[in-house]
């Protein structure tokens, strides 16, 4: 794992404009911080997701096309907490769905806290953890030939520029089999106003966890950035439907990075391209999906209409 963080920060520092990956974000620190992030007033992501798992979990049941006596795999990509998908989970145990769940995750530390909290609000559940990267397990799982339900929730495709969204779609396709779903929760486009404060809270949260990023850096890599010397910028541009977190140097200053062996020189106002939150609306994904083997099945939308579950079928 240090000899990917330590590639991949490498790979980001030395592109012109640099960047540096989102899914390192997460770590025992990042992943509390998150948390925290998910329940603030201006993060409405987590709540507007959470409204359709509460108020709509019949609804979402009855997409997935299978009977309660009839065996299926549930695979959560990038579990996390799991604070939405135990209300559906409840509900499945409830009405004796024959089911195994599994949530795949990067971090270690989210999966053992989710299983601990899994053990105790649904003894009866099987719970079968998996970390590491998704393909590899669903390569894995796929050899058994069971059928699948396939969640990726928050609005996590939304990290991706629209074609590593086709490809990683496609990728996942390639992991199933005719019939398999897929429930890509996505967020929808909408005005500045809304958006922006989720990614700029006023209790400077989201900065901490943008930041956490450079900490890891510097305790796993032997770096030295000075956190007083960068702070968190979001922008989003509502056109396009795209919002961007960044880091930026506050001043002129190089940084090292021992485990690379490199030193990196920042401009002022120099900025690290750490995210994107994609928005979206029919037509892009149908455009992701374009050249996939999903088909769009059904589309489930929050009350305030800020948020949508789309349900894709292999063909």
Do not use: C, W
């Amino acid at each position: 794992m240090k000899e990917t963080f330590k590639k991949e920060v490498k790979q980001g520092l030395d592109e012109n404009p640099k960047t540096l990956p989102s899914k390192y974000f997460y770590d025992k620190k990042g992943d509390a911080l998150f948390v925290e992030i998910m329940n603030l007033p201006e993060y409405y992501l987590t709540r507007s997701e959470l409204d359709i798992f509460q108020n709509q979990t019949q609804q979402l049941i009855n997409t997935f096309g299978i009977k309660p006596d009839n065996y299926f795999e549930l695979i959560e990509l990038g579990a996390g907490d799991g604070l939405k998908t135990k209300e559906l989970l409840k509900t499945l145990d409830a009405q004796n769905y024959n089911f195994d769940f599994f949530p795949i995750d990067i971090s270690l530390n989210a999966l053992t806290l989710l299983e601990k909290d899994l053990n105790k609000e649904i003894p009866n559940l099987s719970v079968k953890s998996q970390q590491g990267d998704y393909f590899k397990v669903l390569d894995s799982l796929k050899k058994k030939e069971k059928p699948k339900v396939i969640l990726l929730l928050g609005s996590n495709i939304g990290n991706m520029t629209d074609e590593q969204a086709a490809e990683f779609i496609y990728n996942l396709g390639a992991n199933l089999l005719p019939g398999d779903k897929l429930l890509i929760g996505v967020d929808l486009i909408k005005s500045e106003d809304i958006v922006l404060p989720a990614y700029n809270d006023s209790k400077g949260i989201t900065a901490k966890f943008n930041m956490n990023l450079l900490t890891r850096i510097n305790n796993e890599l032997g770096g030295n950035f000075n956190l007083n010397n960068f702070k968190h910028l979001p922008e989003y541009n509502e056109k396009e439907g795209i919002a961007k977190s960044f880091i930026v140097s506050t001043t002129n200053q190089t940084v090292e990075i021992k485990a690379i062996g490199k030193s990196y020189h920042f401009n002022e106002g120099e900025k690290i391209h750490t995210e994107i939150s994609r928005k979206y609306n029919d037509e892009i994904i149908e455009k992701i999906i374009a050249n996939t083997d999903f088909n769009l099945e059904n589309k489930i939308i929050d009350s305030k209409e800020y948020f949508a579950d789309y349900i894709l079928t292999i063909k």
